[in-house]
């Protein structure tokens, strides 16, 4: 286990208890987010941190999957606002902590953010594909 | 580096060269290919090469990150069909090379695809945001 996927862990349970402190703890200060989708960015721990606790909804997240090397993590979210369901998929790099040094030193320094949304199939494939 | 990562790396190599051998042999035979945002399924080796091969347009493929640790890998991908750009995220599952025997034996035996489209910033937040 890397110390960077513990720093996720991290940051996704404090997300979700909306502990925005032990949440700013696992970011680096010079944290840069980027939305590729919207082609937006936000740089910085405080205005990142700011987003968040001013995100709207009554949101939940749930972690389906995480995979992480050292210096890279990514997660797979299920993400609730209210009725709607959404999948949330984020790059994370950062620092591990150095062996033999106290863990849980490990800072996020960059997340990317993926939200994908449904869509129907496009046509003359459904020889091959079933439907779930 | 695991196997499984060097397994995905020629996944992808051979799908943007249309070498179809090449690219069935990275895949267990029972592999199961998910698209979540359609609720697809394709189940086998045979039906996921013939939907790969008979895929429209002529898209090409670039690896922009790859991430591992053993038995899973995650791809981000630059995705173009002709003039048209996506992003693609892929989560593999499978085996990796058992140690002490030689490398390449290693097969994908899950593949989950989410594709994310382009789409206008909620307004809101744009005192945090950058465009780019």
Do not use: C
């Not at 700011?50 to 993400?79: K, S």
């Not at 033999?100 to 997340?111: A, P, Q």
């Amino acid at each position: 286990m890397t110390d960077l996927r513990k720093t996720v862990e991290r940051f996704w349970a404090a997300a979700e208890a909306r502990d925005w402190d032990a949440f700013a703890g696992t970011l680096a200060e010079d944290v840069v987010y980027t939305l590729p989708q919207t082609r937006e960015q936000i740089s910085g721990r405080e205005r990142y941190v700011q987003f968040n606790r001013e995100y709207p909804g009554d949101w939940h997240l749930r972690v389906e999957r995480i995979v992480a090397e050292p210096g890279q993590v990514v997660t797979w979210l299920h993400f609730t606002v209210g009725l709607e369901e959404m999948y949330g998929i984020s790059f994370f790099t950062g620092t591990d902590t150095p062996s033999g040094t106290d863990t849980g030193t490990g800072r996020i320094t960059s997340i990317t953010d993926f939200w994908p949304e449904p869509y129907e199939p496009p046509a003359g494939r459904d020889h091959l594909t079933e439907r779930y």
